[in-house]
């Protein structure tokens, strides 16, 4: 299902911050929202029609760019969000990409907005970090407890590699350890040995009865 519909399960708490990416613009999901008293910071989109009431001083050293109380113009918004919103432009130094984002908070600095919403880049890194270094290559049960199950296998497994790796000392990634258990887990073989370079590959020297075609 769309990411949206699950703002339909979130109870929101009075004082709290919600961040959402672009893909949870909904206004009438959104006043749920401000209807408890709880705050959200999301990524607006391109396309949302609004209309500057307001342009808030800023410091654009900061990396801000602009701080307006808007209000929604189309009349479909504007029927379910009919309250000011505050828009926030801010520049990412290290990417140089801009960002602009809706809150309903009125109170804390654009600085401290754009921030919020920054912060929310850690889970993005984590959720990649899983998908490139843990083996999950689909979840055996759908429920909150077989993924939380499942998952925290998979960061055990490679924690308990990464344990290993230090202890052996190996010059080879974690992503290469993983890979020679894989293919090794059913032998009998110490794990010591099995993650050691093959040292019979380096001795391998041609066998003398072995004729060789181009040295004729």
Not at 180 to 199: G, H, M, N, R, Y
Request: charged fraction near 20%; aromatic fraction near 12%; glycine fraction near 2%.
């Amino acid at each position: 299902m769309h990411d949206v519909n699950l703002l339909d399960d979130i109870l929101p708490e009075a004082g709290a911050f919600y961040v959402m990416d672009r893909g949870y613009v909904d206004f009438e999901r959104l006043y749920g929202f401000t209807a408890a008293a709880a705050f959200f910071v999301v990524r607006t989109k391109s396309n949302i029609l609004l209309q500057r009431r307001y342009s808030h001083p800023v410091d654009k050293t900061t990396g801000v760019r602009s701080d307006h109380a808007v209000l929604l113009t189309a009349i479909d918004s504007a029927k379910v969000y009919p309250d000011p919103l505050r828009r926030v432009s801010y520049l990412d130094v290290e990417t140089r990409k801009r960002f602009k984002f809706l809150t309903n908070n009125f109170i804390l600095p654009a600085l401290t907005i754009a921030l919020i919403y920054k912060s929310r880049w850690q889970v993005e890194l984590f959720f990649k970090w899983i998908k490139q270094h843990l083996r999950i290559k689909a979840f055996y049960g759908t429920s909150e407890n077989a993924v939380k199950t499942q998952i925290w296998c998979a960061v055990a497994t490679y924690v308990l590699i990464a344990i290993v790796k230090k202890e052996l000392q190996l010059n080879a990634s974690l992503y290469t350890c993983l890979q020679i258990l894989s293919v090794s887990i059913f032998e009998k073989t110490e794990i010591s040995c099995a993650l050691q370079p093959d040292q019979s590959q380096r001795e391998i020297a041609t066998p003398a009865n072995q004729l060789i075609l181009f040295d004729f």
